[in-house]
C-alpha cells in the first residue's frame, strides 16, 4: 500500500530555518498536486503550501516569504524549507498527496527560545 512519511522536525529558536521532507512510496506521485497542511495545539488543521505537478507553488499568507515548497517528481518526494521560524509556527506539519487522499502521520516542529 502507498505510504507517506514525513521527516526534518525539529525544534529551534525564533529565527531559525528547518527543512522537512515527504516521501512517497508504494505510488507515482508525478500527476498529483501536494501539500503541507499543519496543526497547531488547539488549533484546527491548515494548509501551509501546495504545489503542482509542474512545480508551480502556492502559499497561504502567513507562509509567503518565509516558507519554499519544493517537490522531486522523479523521486516522489517533497520539502518544505521554512525560515525565520515563529512561536507561532509550532505545530505537527502534515504531507499530503491530492485526490488520493494519502496523509502521513506528520512531523512535529517547535519554535521556543
Known amino acids: 500500500q502507498a505510504q507517506v512519511v514525513e521527516s526534518g522536525g525539529g525544534t529551534v529558536q525564533p529565527g531559525g530555518s528547518l527543512r522537512l521532507s515527504c516521501a512517497v512510496s508504494?505510488?507515482?506521485?508525478?500527476?498529483?498536486?501536494m501539500a503541507w497542511y499543519r496543526q497547531r495545539p488547539g488549533w484546527p488543521r491548515e494548509l501551509v503550501a501546495d504545489?503542482?505537478?509542474?512545480?508551480?507553488?502556492n502559499y497561504v499568507e502567513f507562509a509567503k516569504g518565509r516558507f519554499t515548497i519544493s517537490r522531486d517528481n522523479a523521486k516522489n518526494t517533497m520539502a518544505l524549507q521554512m525560515n525565520d521560524l515563529k512561536p507561532e509556527d509550532t505545530a505537527v506539519y502534515y504531507c499530503?498527496?491530492?485526490?488520493?487522499?494519502?496523509w502521513g502521520n506528520g512531523t512535529l516542529v517547535t519554535v521556543s527560545s
Open positions: 499530503t498527496v491530492i485526490l488520493s487522499d494519502l
Open positions: 508504494g505510488a507515482s506521485v508525478n500527476i498529483y498536486i
Open positions: 504545489i503542482t505537478p509542474s512545480g508551480r507553488p
